[in-house]
């Protein structure tokens, strides 16, 4: 258990005021562990996004810090890649051109880069897609482009604002299939942020529960380890039983706040 | 379910064409008809027929008008996209420059070109006059179109970018450096939409600076272009002539207009709402 003693990233007393006054977060504490899978469960606008985007480095904490207790540099962004809510593809691009945008931007040339595009692509099963434009592909076919997009620089942690938000049920539940494989595969550190009980419960090896007004962590749930989940985990008793717990605590905190205030 | 469309969406196609041709048909025959019907004298309104036959006879001396006009035009539209696309590409790398140039840019815009035409032919050469007119009023659609296209890039791939390309070392070169990348990558491609909504519009109105500066000038007794020719063929009745050159600038107008909407067809094709809807 070594290495629950050593973070891959850890936020201490992170602190956002915004420009506007309003805060986001309030001393918010936060360790994620190599290799797991890391939900950020709350309802909107309790702060999730914003200590993803600290994580990333696209927004930096008003007091407290992050630090990458085992790495030798400074700069981080060599290792993490960002799924936004939106696939954020660029629609004059095709496919390939948009999983190659992270690695041309680190100077890398198309015919480089070639054979990690067409590898990206296969891991979330596109890889007949490569010339289709964005705007040809479903939804979901979209997010798996922008995924692979995220992990075409090969992250140690891949950071996931409320991907499949904007998806279909059936579309949403393959997709969640298709991640925990795709990490089993790859072995990165996922941070997922979400505002579904059942989406949370069904991926997490830990789910961190947020409430809003500061935004801060008010409960961690254990959830099910990696590869404990065979064909019918969705149905399983197991994950009922999850999803119950994890209700009950969102509930318990929501009311909880709701007498404070 | 595409077998029985298609025919049905052939039959909307060619209605598409034949309806706008049946009508301008039956107009140009009803026009035809009016003038020998009532035997209107032609230098109050020429008929079709005769517009025809002058713009035959006069073909040597309407062809190089055409010619003038429309490099003057084409002239000015080119430099108007340059200036346009350059001048914005500037203003968006730097909120400095914008705030002192861009409030100048749109008092041109708004001071009417045929108020301005006189002073320029007093300062310039009349050809040089003329090319500034059609430059002046074909840049401000391009500039302010693409500074819009500049400035809608998706804020969420911005921030892609800024993740995985901005330089760690933070000097104002390097910080420079990936703004121009940003710029070539992201900015230019995103803005291609409204640009060439910018290009179109310029494309009509640099005729239009054309024309108004020709007749400005025509009006001081200078000039060669289908504007001249115009106020020439009115101060001398030929009002035959000056309807066949008044069709050649709408023809020319027309054609710009087609030209400048296949040049936008091929470039979004792929990838933009307003290219892809038309296809149904």
Redesign the interface.
């Known amino acids: 258990m070594a290495e629950i003693a050593t973070p891959l990233v850890s936020l201490q007393g992170v602190t956002k005021v915004f420009t506007n006054g309003v805060m986001a977060l309030a001393d918010f504490d936060l360790d994620v562990r190599p290799g797991e899978f890391l939900s950020l469960l709350g309802p909107s606008g309790c702060g999730k996004s914003t200590a993803l985007r600290i994580i990333?480095?696209?927004s930096r904490p008003s007091s407290g810090g992050v630090t990458w207790p085992n790495a030798a540099t400074?700069?981080h962004?060599g290792e993490?890649g960002?799924v936004?809510q939106?696939p954020?593809l660029?629609?004059?691009?095709?496919v390939a051109d948009n999983v190659w945008?992270?690695s041309?931007?680190?100077g890398v040339s198309r015919d480089a880069a070639r054979e990690n595009i067409s590898e990206s692509l296969s891991l979330v099963g596109l890889k007949d897609f490569e010339n289709a434009?964005?705007?040809e592909l479903s939804g979901g076919m979209r997010m798996r482009v922008s995924i692979a997009r995220a992990l075409s620089?090969k992250p140690k942690l891949l950071l996931m604002d409320e991907p499949f938000a904007a998806l279909d049920e059936i579309t949403r539940f393959k997709l969640n299939d298709d991640l925990l494989k795709l990490q089993r595969d790859v072995g990165c550190t996922i941070v997922f942020v979400t505002h579904s009980v059942y989406e949370s419960a069904y991926l997490s090896s830990r789910i961190a529960v947020m409430t809003p007004r500061p935004g801060r962590i008010a409960a961690e749930i254990e959830g099910v380890a990696q590869g404990g989940r065979d064909m019918d985990f969705r149905t399983s008793t197991a994950y009922a039983e999850l999803c119950r717990h994890v209700s009950r605590v969102m509930i318990d905190l929501t009311s909880n706040e709701g007498a404070l205030s | 379910m595409t077998a029985p469309l298609s025919p049905a969406l052939g039959r909307r196609n060619a209605l598409e064409w034949l309806l706008p041709a049946a009508v301008f048909i039956a107009a140009i025959a009803g026009w035809e008809a009016y003038v020998r019907a009532h035997a209107v004298p032609t230098y109050i309104l020429p008929s079709p027929s005769l517009i025809a036959t002058t713009m035959v006879a006069d073909w040597p001396l309407l062809s190089a008008s055409l010619l003038v006009t429309l490099k003057t035009t084409l002239l000015g539209l080119v430099l108007a996209v340059v200036g346009g696309v350059a001048l914005a590409v500037l203003l968006s790398l730097s909120k400095l420059v914008e705030y002192s140039v861009y409030p100048f840019a749109v008092v041109l815009q708004v001071t009417p070109v045929i108020a301005i035409a006189p002073l320029l032919l007093i300062y310039l050469p009349q050809d040089i006059a003329v090319l500034a007119c059609a430059w002046l009023v074909a840049f401000f659609p391009v500039l302010s179109n693409t500074m819009l296209g500049l400035q809608s890039t998706d804020r969420n791939l911005l921030e892609l970018f800024e993740l995985y390309g901005a330089s760690p070392v933070q000097s104002p070169a390097a910080r420079f450096g990936s703004r121009l990348k940003a710029l070539w990558i992201l900015r230019l491609p995103a803005a291609l939409p409204a640009f060439l909504a910018g290009l179109r519009i310029a494309g009509g109105l640099s005729l239009i600076g054309a024309v108004v500066a020709e007749m400005a000038a025509g009006s001081a007794g200078a000039g060669s272009g289908l504007a001249y020719r115009i106020m020439e063929s009115q101060y001398r009745l030929n009002i035959p002539r000056l309807f066949a050159a008044l069709v050649l600038l709408a023809f020319t107008g027309i054609v710009l207009f087609l030209l400048l909407s296949a040049l936008t067809r091929i470039l979004l094709r792929r990838w933009h709402e307003s290219v892809l809807a038309q296809e149904g």
């Open positions: 990333a480095g696209l400074q700069d962004r993490i960002f936004f939106d954020t660029m629609p004059w691009a095709n945008l992270p041309r931007l680190r434009y964005p705007r620089i």
